[in-house]
Every structure is written in C-alpha cells, then in structure tokens.
C-alpha cells in the first residue's frame, strides 16, 4: 500500500466563520499560522552579501528604533528580535559558513534600515607536531 501527501492550495485553509463569536487571542493565532501557509504574510526582506574579509547582511525594520532591537551572535549563527515594548514584532535567525568575529562586527540602524557587518572568524590550525623517537 502506497500513500501520498495530497497538496492542495492553502487557499483551501483559510478561516471564514461568521462574526458571532470573537475570540482576539484566537484570532490572531489561526490569522498567524494559516497566513503563513498561503504566504499572505510578508517576510522580512533581508539581503546577505559575502565579502572577503566580512558578510553583509540588511534587514528592514521600518518604524523600529535600535533600543527597540536585539542582535545576538552564537558562532556561526545571528539572531536579529524586537523587545516586547517595541510597535511590531521581528525575530530573524541567520546561519553563515563561518563563526563570526563579534568584536570586528559592527551594526548600524538608518532610515528603517538595519546594516551589520559581520568580521568574519579566520579559522586557526590547532595542529601540534608530534616527533618521532
């Protein structure tokens, strides 16, 4: 016996009931997670470029001011959030090839506009030589 995912359009999934009965919390969730499958919902328009010696990445966040904005860098990884007072919400996660470097790592916020420059870590060889008796 064989199965098969049936794909339909996510059209098919969106929520119509009737005014009567209001639920904010509810609302919101099913606006959220059914919006995100028909793609209704815009994603945050991000360009990453990769230099020689650091990446580039740009983010909108139009109506955000850099206090409202959090930028956390683990390794290879960045995550770019909003703080809860903040007017919109903004959580981004980006994973690059190589670990960055956070004390050459710069950030910048203009015009709606958030520009980071992210060093790149040079990998260094922990190679020990070993000699033969």
Same mark, same amino acid.
């Given at each position: ?12 999934? %969106? +929520? ?6 209001? @639920?904010?919390?509810? *609302? +919101? ?13 815009? #994603?945050?328009?991000? #360009? ?9 990445? %740009? ?8 206090? %409202?904005? *959090? ?15 903040? !007017? +919109? #919400? ?9 670990? $960055?470097?956070?004390?050459?790592? #710069? ?15 040079? !990998?260094?060889? @922990?190679?020990? %030589?070993?000699? $033969?008796?």
């Amino acid at each position: 016996m064989f199965y098969s995912l049936a794909t339909r359009p996510a059209s098919r999934f %969106q +929520r119509h009931s009737p005014a009567l009965i209001s @639920n904010g919390a509810l *609302d +919101r969730f099913l606006d959220d997670t059914l919006g995100a499958l028909s793609g209704a919902r815009g #994603t945050q328009a991000a #360009t990453v470029e990769d230099g020689e010696k650091a990446y580039s990445l %740009q983010l909108d966040v139009p109506g955000l001011a850099k206090e %409202q904005l *959090d930028i956390g860098i683990e390794g290879d990884v960045v995550r770019i959030s909003s703080k809860a007072e903040a !007017p +919109r #919400t903004v959580k981004a996660a980006y994973r690059f090839p190589l670990e $960055i470097d956070t004390a050459a790592s #710069t950030a910048k916020l203009e015009n709606g506009v958030l520009t980071l420059s992210l060093a790149k870590k040079i !990998p260094v060889s @922990n190679v020990a %030589q070993l000699a $033969i008796n």
